[in-house]
């Protein structure tokens, strides 16, 4: 067994790791260096970051993000949001009641006694307003009518004045009723005709008739014209010939008879000749007194 060979090893292990761990040398400076190099050799390779080339490297820069473009704001003054309210509905404007006046019959140039009337409409409720209870070519035959009967005693008749009648009232059904159409309306100078949607028969309880002559029962010179709306063209005509003084008769061609028949037809139906006689005497105290006025003299 050799005793210096081993010695030797070790002293030169012990000279490595006191290198590595930086104590001084105990060898020649040589070895010290060498044991150096392979110590750095094994860090690097045991991961130690390896050195990085300090020789400039060209990098591109990233393109710049693009940014989403902001909003415009509007630099006025904000306006603000309003609510328009909702038109208020049209008004309910009432018929053209004046076209009654205008577009029914004239007095005939040919008599000499022209007679105003004084026309009083109910109004009915529908969807684009209060309209007339009847119509205009009603009211223009029933003129025309009147014209043609009274022509042999010298009298015609025109429509000028016309008005409507208060909402509450549409139908006539008692005397009580009938006495109110006529206060506050009725004048002396013109005969009054009032037209409803019904009037009731007072004697026959339910039954409703075409037309009547009325007389105030506080003031029985004050009389007026009532016609349904239901009434034929003859029913003021039958009515004028009460406010002319004619009572009901048996004539059958009179449209004064009321009782039922055929023949004459109704269509032919006027007034006779005794009948005539009394409504030229029954015009001329009407105008005496004034509950008529002649227009014809005014022309």
């Known amino acids: 067994m050799t005793r210096g060979g081993s010695s030797g090893a070790v002293a030169e292990d012990r000279r490595a790791a006191a290198a ?3 104590l001084p040398p105990s060898g020649p400076r040589r070895r010290v260096g060498v044991v150096l190099t392979l110590a750095l050799a094994a860090c690097s390779s045991e ?13 591109e820069p990233a393109p710049a993000p693009v940014e989403a473009p902001e909003p415009e ?8 949001a309003t609510v328009e309210a909702a038109p208020p509905p049209a008004p309910r404007l009432e018929h053209d009641l004046d076209r009654f006046r205008r577009e029914t019959p004239r ?5 000499g006694h022209c007679f105003s009337l004084a026309l009083h409409l109910v109004m009915l409720e529908a969807p ?3 309209v007339p209870v009847q119509t205009i070519d009603w009211v223009a035959a029933q003129v025309r009518v009147a014209q043609e009967l009274y022509a042999p005693i010298d009298a015609s008749f025109q429509v000028d004045s016309v008005d409507a009648l208060p909402g509450e009232i549409v139908e006539v059904n008692t005397r009580s009723e009938r006495d109110a159409l006529g206060h506050g309306r009725f004048s002396p100078g013109a005969a009054h005709v009032f037209v409803v949607a ?9 039954e409703e008739i075409r037309g009547v002559h009325w ?8 009389r007026w014209v009532i016609l349904s709306r239901i009434a034929a063209d003859r029913v003021l005509s039958h009515e004028l010939g009460h406010f002319f003084g004619l009572p009901h008769s048996d004539y059958p061609e009179s449209i004064m008879n009321k009782s039922p028949r055929a023949d004459p037809p109704w269509s032919e ?12 005497r029954h015009r001329d105290r009407m105008l005496a007194s004034g509950m008529l006025i002649n227009h014809a003299a005014q022309r």
């Open 73 to 80: 704001v509007s630099q006025e003054t904000p306006v603000q």
């Open 198 to 206: 019904r009037l009731g028969d007072i004697d026959i309880a339910g």
């Open 47 to 59: 991961g130690r970051p390896p050195s990085v080339d300090p020789s400039p490297v060209s990098v």
């Open 269 to 280: 139906r006027g007034f006779v000749a005794a009948e005539y006689t009394r409504m030229r």
């Open 107 to 111: 007095c005939r140039e040919d008599v």
């Open 128 to 130: 684009d307003g209060r």
């Open 215 to 222: 007389r105030d029962r506080a003031d029985r010179s004050r």
């Open 20 to 22: 590595v761990k930086g």
